[in-house]
């Protein structure tokens, strides 16, 4: 049977949200139904809107941005054992698309570039909004849990710099470990534990 007919909810579901943007059906078989829409700004660029089987027999939905026959980024939901009625189906699929359409790979494919760099300066530009929003939100606690906060966001920041260099060395084959002891020592000191 064709996943069409076996889920008929999902597709009436996928086509209200997806009618507009004129998606033509690639694949309808008993394992997938996949959806295409050409991406405004690169010839061979499609996000494939799909319903498939998993192999214990449940189904999700994706959504995958490819440029050619590379895959730039893909959002899955849930995993379902049945078809579920029309508005629960358009409140998943909102929900994979507003989490799909949010990542920095398809923000900057829709600004049209591909390159890893620039995946990389995406992530670089919201990780630092996010520490001026923590910023933000630290300076207006009350002045003694103040403390405390930036004690913890420091331990955050030590920890994620020791997994970026750990990360880097084994990328380069260079050793950081002076550089890591250095950073861990000066972590213990600051937070008050003593070695």
């Known amino acids: ?63 995958v941005t490819m440029v050619g026959f590379k895959t730039i980024c893909e959002t899955n939901s849930k995993y379902h054992q049945y078809d579920l009625p029309f508005d629960l189906w358009v409140k998943e699929i909102l929900n994979v698309v507003i989490i799909h359409f949010q990542k ?24 630092e909004l996010e520490r001026k929003a923590e910023d933000i939100r630290i300076d207006n606690l009350p002045k003694d849990e103040r403390y405390a906060a930036r004690v913890e966001r420091f331990q955050k920041s030590s920890q994620e710099f020791f997994e970026l260099s750990l990360r880097l060395a084994n990328e380069k084959n260079k050793g950081c ?3 890591l002891g250095i950073v861990v020592i000066i972590s213990f000191m600051v937070i008050g534990i003593s070695i």
Request: aromatic content about 14%; some cysteine; glycine content about 6%.
């Open 104 to 127: 920095p790979e398809y923000v900057v494919t829709k600004r049209g570039s591909i390159k890893k760099l620039d995946f990389e300066r995406e992530r670089e530009y919201r990780k």
């Open 177 to 179: 470990t002076g550089l």
């Open 1 to 63: 049977m064709k996943t069409s007919q076996e889920y008929p909810n999902f597709q009436k579901a996928l086509l209200h949200i997806i009618a507009d943007k004129n998606p033509y059906c690639v694949s309808n078989d008993n394992k997938k139904l996949a959806y295409q829409i050409p991406l405004g700004n690169f010839k061979r660029g499609f996000d494939f809107y799909e319903l498939n089987r998993a192999k214990d027999g449940s189904i999700y939905f994706t959504i």
